[in-house]
């Protein structure tokens, strides 16, 4: 339901009807001689509320959810790892999301074009589904987009903090450019939390900055 807005903002007709002064696509949409803004969000006849923007993002939602098997329901919160995510897979249990754990990656030296090749493949396998929700990909981007080859690379949190290097910002947009929407860092951590824990804590501060990072 995070990806919601955006996905619906920018929703393609083509996964529904647009209907125009010469085509009728399905018997339910309204044909004028300008195109209907409600063509656009019809499907087989029939007014998908949740797929039109001009509707708030409540009533949206409600629509949606309202429309949903418990099994969509449950795929939709279920995230799997991406060596599990197969086309079929992602069709049959409607899966929200994917995630690659550190060292997870779609092939040896995988660059950022193989990257989202393999982001719009498991996409395209979610939006087809029966009500077409969009999966939200996500990956351990802890030292900069790591798992991108030759993306750059940087110290651990314990070593930025000494530093005061910002981060956050470059390694948002090295994770956006694969096509991946959600990075699982960086991250708040306390410096009174384990050894393996400590390493990833920045300052005992507990103010944050614009870049999500302790100060």
């Known amino acids: 339901m995070i990806f919601l807005q955006t996905w619906l903002s920018s929703y393609s007709a083509t996964n529904g009807c647009r209907a125009n002064s010469t085509t009728t696509r399905h018997p339910g949409c309204r044909v004028t001689r300008q195109p209907s803004r409600l063509s656009s969000f ?58 690659s754990g550190g060292g997870s990656v779609p092939a040896p030296k995988a660059t950022a074009e193989t990257w989202v090749n393999m982001v719009n493949e498991l996409q395209k396998c979610a939006l087809s589904t029966r009500l077409g929700i969009p999966m939200i990909y996500g990956i351990d981007a802890v030292h900069g987009n790591n798992n991108v080859y030759r993306a750059t690379i ?62």
Do not use: W
């Open 42 to 99: 019809c499907y087989r006849g029939e007014y998908l509320k949740y797929k039109d923007p001009i509707k708030s993002l409540s009533a949206r939602i409600r629509d949606l959810l309202g429309r949903m098997t418990l099994e969509e329901k449950i795929g939709q919160m279920t995230q799997i790892e991406r060596k599990d995510a197969f086309p079929d897979v992602m069709k049959k249990y409607f899966i929200g999301s994917v995630l």
């Open 154 to 215: 940087f110290p651990h949190n314990v070593g930025l903090g000494v530093t005061r290097q910002r981060i956050g910002a470059a390694t948002a947009l090295e994770v956006r450019a694969t096509g991946i929407q959600y990075a699982f860092s960086p991250c708040i951590a306390s410096h009174k939390m384990s050894f393996g824990s400590l390493t990833r804590a920045l300052f005992i501060s507990q103010q944050i900055n614009n870049f999500g990072l302790l100060v």
